[in-house]
């Protein structure tokens, strides 16, 4: 299999992408110009696309683009082989994306080092050795993957004022 991105799938890939586009003009200009791929969802809808995309292992990324009326106009669901703002990230050393303001912690005691949050990290956040799992402080970008992925429960993520403040969707809406 390959994902749409072309690279050589990896076992965990499901190769889907959604993308959300929020607000007009965008919204109707894709509904136009995109109708095979595109509809229009309720709130409850995207609610429940933004879970389903989540437990699957995506990541959420909200975009802004200063050409697009200078606001916020997407939340795209990529995994990390199919996303493009991630490979510039882990490729190249471009930073196209921000912290989410919150970082992965582990419970030591309930981890069972499994590695299963570590095979899930789309940054390369996550090592774990035979007695404890790791986390790179500079790596994490406060995504959540980790917590869906880990058996155990021992992941969390937790507010770490150095990486900035969360993005609250409700309000840029």
């Not at 007009?24 to 879970?51: G, K």
């Not at 970082?103 to 789309?122: F, K, R, T, Y």
């Amino acid at each position: 299999y390959e994902c749409a991105c072309r690279h050589a799938r990896a076992e965990h890939c499901q190769p889907t992408r959604v993308c959300m586009v929020i607000g007009q003009p965008f919204v109707d200009f894709i509904l136009e110009h995109n109708p095979q791929s595109s509809r229009r969802l309720t709130q409850a809808e995207a609610l429940e696309l933004l879970h389903a995309e989540h437990e699957r292992g995506h990541v959420h990324s909200a975009w802004f683009k200063d050409a697009l009326l200078n606001r916020f106009y997407a939340i795209c669901n990529c995994c990390k082989c199919c996303c493009g703002g991630i490979e510039a990230m882990m490729k190249y050393g471009i930073p196209m994306m921000a912290s989410s303001g919150y970082v992965a912690d582990v419970e030591q005691d309930l981890c069972n080092l499994c590695g299963a949050c570590v095979v899930a990290c789309p940054f390369s956040a996550l090592s774990a050795d035979d007695t404890r799992l790791a986390r790179s402080w500079e790596l994490c970008m406060g995504c959540g993957v980790c917590l869906e992925k880990c058996p155990t429960d021992a992941m969390r993520l937790v507010r770490e004022e150095k990486k900035g403040i969360p993005l609250d969707v409700r309000v840029l809406a």
